[in-house]
C-alpha cells in the first residue's frame, strides 16, 4: 500500500525556517513527479513546489520562488521542502503528493486534481509571532 509521510511542521516566527519531508512508501523508485502543496484556511489548495524524478526539473509557484527549496533523495524515496525567510501567509497545512503516471514537475503543481495520484495526511506550519 502507498503511503506518503509528512513530517517537520511546527510553529515558527515570521523570518524563520522549517524543512519539511515527505517519505514514499509501498512503491518503487518508478514515480514520475513528486511535491508540495499547501491549504490555508479559507483558501484554496495550492501547488507550492514539485520536482520530477527523471531529470530533476522543479517547479515553484512564485509567492515561494526564491525562499522555498525542493529537493528529493531517491535511494530513500523521501522529497523535502526547505522553507526560509517564512511570512505569516506561508500558514497552512502542507500537504505531499505524488504521481505515477508520465507528468512533468509543473503539471503537477498545476493541475494536481488530474495528475496526483496519493496525497499525503499533512502537516502544519504556523508561521507567528
Known amino acids: 500500500q502507498v503511503q506518503l509521510v509528512e513530517s517537520g511542521g511546527g510553529l515558527v516566527q515570521p523570518g524563520g525556517s522549517l524543512r519539511l519531508s515527505c517519505a514514499a512508501k509501498?512503491?518503487?523508485?518508478?514515480?514520475?513527479?513528486i511535491g508540495w502543496f499547501r491549504q490555508a484556511p479559507g483558501k484554496e489548495r495550492e501547488g507550492v513546489s514539485c520536482i520530477s524524478r527523471s531529470d530533476g526539473s522543479t517547479y515553484y509557484d512564485d509567492p515561494v520562488e526564491g525562499r522555498f527549496t525542493i529537493s528529493r533523495d531517491s535511494a530513500q524515496n523521501t522529497v523535502y521542502l526547505q522553507m526560509n525567510s517564512l511570512k505569516p501567509e506561508d500558514t497552512a497545512v502542507y500537504y505531499c503528493?505524488?504521481?505515477?503516471?508520465?507528468?512533468?514537475?509543473?503539471?503537477?503543481?498545476?493541475?494536481?486534481?488530474?495528475?496526483?495520484?496519493?496525497w499525503g495526511q499533512g502537516t502544519q506550519v504556523t508561521v507567528s509571532s
Open positions: 509501498g512503491f518503487a523508485l518508478d514515480y514520475s513527479a
Open positions: 503528493a505524488v504521481a505515477l503516471s508520465p507528468v512533468t514537475s509543473s503539471a503537477l503543481c498545476i493541475i494536481p486534481d488530474y495528475k496526483a495520484d496519493y
